[in-house]
């Protein structure tokens, strides 16, 4: 039975696809046989880090011209390591119908492999939390920046809130309780998990306990990248204890990866890392990871933990941008009260929003009056 690895990360830029790609070759070198599957929808480059030229065959044309999945599974040069293109051309992937992501998930479960590595895009987008939840084993790729560290929390919040979500179908005590609740916001965001447990389970007992056993089985795995400093790895266990505390959630240290110029390299070349210069540090990093991925059972939800399951929306598409803000301020609370950022750490991120608005507000005026210059040159004309 194939393990099926998503590997995500709630903001882009931290070396989510370095880590998918050097993974699955990783495992492939070990012997092992590997599917890596570009899942980054509308942004898919995961063929330039590995130097693979997939033509034609993607999902996007499986998609749209109801080819066979088998077809657009495309052997690499690498061995044990086949390729499943995305397709960046079609933008509309990443807000698939219900009925075309059961059936993804459906081939996805039925191919052929030892290990099916997802390497999913950036952010909390309701196809990206359910295909991370394809997995209790997922990987969450975070660095040691203050934004990068408070969004990986926040991808991680929003995964067990996707989880509760599908646990209580509508109609079950449970979710008229959460929907009530959700009418309030604000009290909703200041219960941690194992607070809303406590009360779930005086309304919907039966539900609760299901919830409370896929918990027990969500086990995802962090790997903090681009480490400069070895006292950045102190964050690892900052955000284990956040994640604990408020979210009830075990996650599993898997391995830090140290910023190293030689991906910059090794990607102008179009070759993985541990292919470019495998005895490298990060080269290293990357086997470990790879020793403890071989090393780990393979777990799975339970079996009534279905794709079906996921028709019942996370939020409806006027929630979510409320419920967004309402997360990131929730998630800043969080680790702020956890110790996981300091007050210093706030501050320097304020003041780099700060200036990254006053940068836009610059090129918005530049481009107000280039505009207004261009109007009036062609009324005069």
């Known amino acids: ?13 931290v070396g989510k696809s370095l880590l998918s790609a050097n993974l699955a070759i990783a495992l492939g070198q070990s012997g092992k046989k590997v599917v890596l ?6 942004a898919s480059n995961l063929h330039l880090v590995i130097g693979h030229h997939p033509g034609s065959a993607s999902l996007g044309s499986w998609f749209t011209e109801k080819s066979d999945f088998k077809d657009i599974v495309s052997p690499t040069d690498y061995r044990n390591v086949s390729f499943i293109a995305g397709d960046s051309q079609i933008p509309d992937l990443t807000s698939l119908k219900h009925a075309q992501k059961v059936k993804l998930i459906r081939n996805l479960n039925n191919i052929d492999a030892d290990y099916i590595i997802l390497d999913l895009g950036a952010g909390t987008h309701q196809f990206i939390l359910d295909m991370f939840l394809l997995s209790p084993q997922g990987i969450v790729v975070t660095a040691p920046a203050v934004t990068a560290t408070l969004n990986g929390y926040l991808f991680l919040k ?4 996707r989880l509760l979500y599908t646990t209580f179908k509508r109609g079950t005590p449970g ?8 009418k309030d916001s604000q009290t909703m965001q200041k219960l941690y998990i194992p607070q809303l447990v406590q009360q779930l389970f005086q309304v919907d007992p039966q ?11 969500f086990r995802p795995r962090l790997v903090m990248n681009m480490i400069e400093d070895p006292k950045d790895a102190d964050k690892v266990s900052r955000i284990k204890n956040s994640c604990n505390q408020y979210l009830g959630l075990d996650i599993e240290y898997l391995g830090i990866l140290f910023r190293d110029m030689l991906q910059d390299k090794a990607l102008a070349s179009q070759l993985p890392v541990i292919v470019y210069k495998p005895q490298s540090v990060l080269g290293q990093a990357i086997y470990r990871i790879g020793d403890k991925v071989l ?11 279905t794709p079906d399951s996921f028709n019942d929306k996370f939020h409806e598409a006027e929630e979510e941008a409320d419920a967004d803000f309402s997360y990131k301020l929730s998630g800043i609370d969080d680790l702020v009260s956890g110790g996981t950022l300091s007050m210093g750490e706030m501050a320097e991120m304020i003041k780099t929003q700060n200036y990254e608005l006053t940068q836009l507000k610059k090129e918005n005026n530049l481009l107000k ?10 009324f005069q004309l």
């Open 1 to 13: 039975m194939s393990q099926i690895i998503p590997i995500a990360s709630g903001k882009g830029g």
């Open 207 to 217: 539900n609760t306990q299901v919830f409370m056993n896929r918990m027990s089985q």
């Open 175 to 182: 979710r008229q309780y959460l929907d009530e609740l959700k």
């Open 295 to 305: 090393s780990t059972p393979m777990h799975r939800f339970d079996s009534d933990f």
């Open 37 to 42: 599957v570009d899942l980054d929808l509308g």
């Open 369 to 378: 009056s280039k505009l207004i210059k261009a109007a009036s040159q062609g």
């Open 158 to 161: 929003n995964a067990v809130f």
